[in-house]
């Protein structure tokens, strides 16, 4: 046999039946000897089932596009209530967190900044600025909530109490009046200090590291990176969370997809001459019009403003 | 018998470990399709039983030890495969001077080896967007909202019967996702905050 179609392979063929079978609640008698029977006869069996459970468990990666159309009705991030966190659940997650089919789901509500920045008020601990794209979760137990970064960053405060923050393969404590930027993607995750004292853990680690104001911490593939920044380059990283961009010796180019990435009117270069000219500022993100003016006066060209588009000309 | 009971019962089996589910999830999985990629290149070789065989293997290593998962996949991967030439009774001398051919890879990826985030999960929406409609509404269901089967059944208007048989179904989609030959951009993404002037090697 050399095929490596997957779709014909027996052996996985069952084990997703079992997964999914599993997913969907408790086994009979009979069913839990047979699957048990079926484990024991080959070790390709053993891994072909460890390896559906590890899928499974990463189809939790779907919550980084939660804007995808769902059937019937879902509570939106803007208007929350509490019957909305009693029927959203968890399960799409974070592929370090443990995941048993068929648990119940726990009241957690997901949001995502779909156009700009979106800013949260959690009564009980403190406000959160979520830059676009950025995909948070909030889990609601028994104690205080905290929250699951899953995808893009994120400007967290703590203001009547502890929070924590978790990220693939990093979990960080922040204590009252702390705060700091926390970015995740896929599995790199960071963060850096903006104010207060913070405990970072990374996975694996036993102990907590305390970081303080200016200090950044990353974690990529099991590697921990630290380092310390000027508070010039303090000001540069944060301004996002201003309603600003921050460009220094940024090709134009690249500096139209930023701005353009936080709105619905998209700036169109026409102009070839000046797509490699570099420019430096301070900007608002929220008015592409503003900035393709100044880029006009820069640089020479025309603009011609429509309702979704400014065209450079 | 419950789900957690099965755990308990089964301490040294796969029904347990999540938490090793859970590392096999962040660490193993994304390297999966370049390992695969690496397996076809030996003769006589069947993949899917290597990465099976892998997988198996994992959940008997403490992987807590482990600093360097994909290089640590790679090895035991070539390990499985040499334990396979030397049980096969007919093996062809080009398939033994490819494997002495083949060089283990190195602790640390390339950047070639490294599938660019963002890319990869414009990738897995598209796989999801591709799915039948019936089977893409479970699978978000499920795990974008984290609905219980009978729950989905209940939105959907379906037998639990056909949301347990699409819940399969997704998983041999995502199965594909994080197996097949891709034309994957090889960027690995940048620095956001500037150079790193210390790090740190985790014990």
């Not at chain 1, 052996?11 to 086994?27: Q, Y």
């Not at chain 1, 970015?183 to 963060?191: I, K, L, T």
């Not at chain 1, 996975?203 to 380092?227: M, P, T």
């Not at chain 2, 290593?61 to 991967?77: G, T, W």
Request: hydrophobic share 40%.
């Amino acid at each position: 046999m050399k095929s490596d179609d997957l779709s014909a392979n027996p052996i996985d063929e069952i084990a997703f039946e079992w997964v999914a079978r599993l997913d969907r609640g408790t086994l009979s008698s009979r069913e839990d000897a047979t699957l048990k029977l079926w484990l024991k006869q080959d070790i390709r069996h053993r891994g072909a089932f460890a390896r559906a459970r590890t899928i499974w468990l990463s189809a939790g990666r779907v919550a980084a596009f939660q804007g995808a159309s769902l059937p019937a009705t879902r509570p939106q991030p803007a208007s929350l209530s509490r019957r909305a966190f009693g029927r959203v659940a968890l399960a799409a997650g974070l592929a370090a967190a443990a995941f048993i089919p068929g648990q119940p789901a726990e009241a957690s509500q997901i949001y995502q900044a779909r156009s700009g920045l979106l800013h949260l008020h959690e009564p009980h601990c403190g406000d959160l600025i979520l830059d676009q794209g950025t995909v948070l979760r909030i889990r609601r137990g028994s104690g205080a909530p905290s929250f699951d970064l899953l995808h893009g960053q994120a400007h967290l405060t703590a203001r009547k109490g502890l929070i924590r923050l978790n990220m693939d393969g990093l979990s960080i404590d922040l204590p009252d009046r702390s705060s700091l930027i926390a970015h995740a993607c896929g599995a790199e995750s960071d963060a850096l200090v903006l104010d207060g004292n913070i405990l970072t853990r990374c996975s694996g680690e036993r102990e907590q590291r305390v970081l303080h104001r200016r200090e950044w911490i990353r974690y990529d593939h099991n590697r921990i990176s630290l380092s310390s920044l000027s508070d010039d380059d303090l000001e540069r990283v944060t301004a996002w969370s201003r309603g600003l961009l921050e460009f220094h010796s940024v090709n134009v180019t690249e500096a139209i997809r930023e701005i353009n990435r936080y709105n619905t009117q998209k700036i169109i270069l026409k102009n070839p001459a000046c797509a490699n000219r570099r420019i430096s500022g301070i900007f608002s993100l929220s008015d592409p019009v503003i900035f393709a003016r100044i880029l006009s006066e820069i640089f020479g060209t025309r603009p011609v403003i429509a309702p979704t588009e400014i065209s450079l000309l | 018998m419950t789900w957690e009971a099965q755990l308990e019962d089964e301490p040294d089996n796969v029904l347990g470990q999540d938490e090793k589910i859970a590392w096999l999830s962040r660490h193993i999985i994304p390297h999966e399709r370049a390992l695969r990629g690496w397996l076809r290149q030996f003769r006589d070789i069947e993949v899917d039983d290597v990465v099976q065989e892998c997988y198996a293997t994992f959940l008997d290593v403490d992987v807590a030890l482990i600093k360097a998962p994909q290089a640590y996949l790679f090895r035991m991967a070539r390990n499985i495969v040499l334990q396979h030439y030397r049980r096969a009774r007919i093996i062809s001398i080009t398939a033994l001077a490819d494997f002495d051919a083949q060089n283990i890879m190195d602790d640390a990826p390339s950047p070639q080896q490294v599938v660019e985030v963002r890319q990869e999960l414009e990738y897995l929406h598209q796989m999801v967007e591709q799915l039948p409609e019936r089977c893409r509404q479970v699978l978000l269901l499920r795990r974008l909202e984290g609905l219980s089967q009978r729950q989905v059944s209940q939105r959907l208007g379906i037998s639990e019967n056909i949301v347990e048989k699409q819940v399969a179904r997704g998983l041999r989609a995502l199965s594909r996702f994080f197996s097949e030959d891709r034309d994957a951009p090889a960027k690995r993404g940048a620095k956001q905050y500037g150079e790193v002037k210390a790090v740190v090697e985790k014990r």
